[in-house]
């Protein structure tokens, strides 16, 4: 003799912490029908409502008093959940780490592309992490890249907001530049450099 599906122990799916069929023990519970009403009910009649359904008694708000739950299919509504869930987190803002690396010889043309590429990097909302990298012999003249990423300071002044001023890490020296608050793609070229004579050396 095949048991009577009505009698059936319904599956219960706790480990996202939800609450569903014969794991809400809290009676009476507020029950949203399919066309939105909702009604004060036992469990137990919410419960064999579901069974005769063929779905699932769903918890959907336990905190309310009494706790709100809903006659659905429970596979469904957690898919559903975790596309919103997806949806949102897709909308949250990432920023992004964009590094710029030079050298105390950088030539000068070289040295506008870097500063011109940061600055478009701060306009689309992207944080820049300006690297001058001491090779060799260059560690004696440090001087040389400090000098120069205070000239970067300055002609990114317009589109940043400084978060870390240079500093010095093994055999390079940084900072790192966020987008200034409000700033949009107002202005089409990069700041305009500072005059400022080359060190004795560079290219």
């Known amino acids: 003799m095949f048991p009577n599906p009505r009698d059936r122990r319904m599956p219960n799916r706790p480990s996202d912490g939800t609450r569903i069929n014969e794991d809400i023990h809290i009676s009476p519970i507020r029950l949203v029908k399919e066309d939105g009403e909702a009604i004060i009910i036992e469990t137990s009649k919410a419960l064999q409502m579901a069974k005769d359904a063929g779905l699932d008694l769903v918890e959907v708000s336990p905190n309310a008093k009494p706790p709100v739950c809903r006659i659905i299919n429970y596979g469904k509504y957690k898919f559903e959940q975790l596309k919103k869930a997806k949806a ?53 003249h440090m001087d040389y890249g400090k000098r120069l990423m205070e000239r970067a300071k300055e002609d990114l002044a317009p589109f940043d ?10 055999n390079t020296m940084l900072s790192i530049y966020g987008p200034k608050r409000g700033a949009g793609k107002k202005q089409d070229q990069a700041p305009k450099p500072v005059t400022e004579p080359k060190a004795a050396g560079e290219a």
């Open 88 to 140: 949102a987190k897709a909308k949250q803002h990432v920023v992004k780490l964009k590094e710029i690396k030079m050298h105390p010889k950088t030539a000068e043309n070289d040295y506008q592309y870097r500063i011109k590429q940061a600055g478009e990097f701060l306009q689309d909302g992207m944080k820049v992490k300006l690297i001058m990298q001491f090779r060799g012999r260059e560690m004696a």
């Open 161 to 170: 907001d400084l978060e870390m001023d240079s500093r010095v890490e093994g």
